[in-house]
């Protein structure tokens, strides 16, 4: 039985009392009755009232989360982008435990330590330290040397990936 049936319903007892209509009690109690009765009728349309932003609130998250994935997905190479100056080493790729989707962040994003998951609002929180920085010296000491970081193979210092030497400034131990 809904509010308004209620109040009708007590409206309709009220009536079958048959009580005396010039006591102060009976004046009372229909005047409480008709305060239900006119809260039940509020009550109502506020409940269609929310029932139809309900229903363009769903509207409007599908419109944007359609608007999010055209975005997102035209901008997309492998780091998450389709720009043609992309210089994907500056961006992240992290999974969400919640939802298990990828995220694309750049540093800035990911120096900021947290955020929140824009596919499912997952609280999610960075912890830098255990990122380890590659040592760019020559004797792959992942960082524990007190090297010049300097490459001792004979090639000149400017040599790269394809370096003859094949030391790429890295000494095969």
Same mark, same amino acid.
């Given at each position: 039985m809904t509010i308004k049936e209620? =109040? =009708?319903y007590l409206k309709g007892m009220l009536s079958g009392l048959e009580l005396e209509e010039n006591r102060k009690e009976t004046k009372l109690f229909k005047?409480?009755? %008709?305060?239900?009765?006119n809260m039940s009728l509020s009550i109502d349309s506020l409940e269609n009232d929310v029932d139809e932003v309900c229903e363009q609130l769903e509207i409007m998250d599908? &419109?944007? =989360?359609?608007?999010?994935?055209?975005?997102c997905h035209d901008k997309q190479c492998g780091c998450g982008c389709e720009e043609d100056d992309c210089d994907c080493d500056d961006f992240y790729e992290v999974t969400c435990p919640k939802c298990g989707k990828k995220?694309?962040? !750049?540093? /800035?994003?990911?120096?900021?330590?947290e955020m929140n998951c824009p596919n499912c609002g997952e609280f999610l929180e960075f &912890?830098? /330290?255990d990122i380890e920085d590659e040592c760019s010296c020559c004797c !792959?000491? %992942?960082d524990d040397c007190d090297c010049d970081d300097e490459c001792d193979c004979d090639c000149d210092d400017d040599c790269d990936d394809d370096c003859d030497c094949g030391c790429?400034?890295?000494k095969d131990k």
């Open positions: 209620q =109040a =009708a005047e409480i009755i %008709d305060l239900l009765h599908e &419109d944007l =989360a359609s608007i999010e994935n055209s975005v995220i694309c962040l !750049d540093e /800035d994003t990911l120096s900021e330590e &912890d830098l /330290d !792959d000491c %992942d790429n400034h890295k």
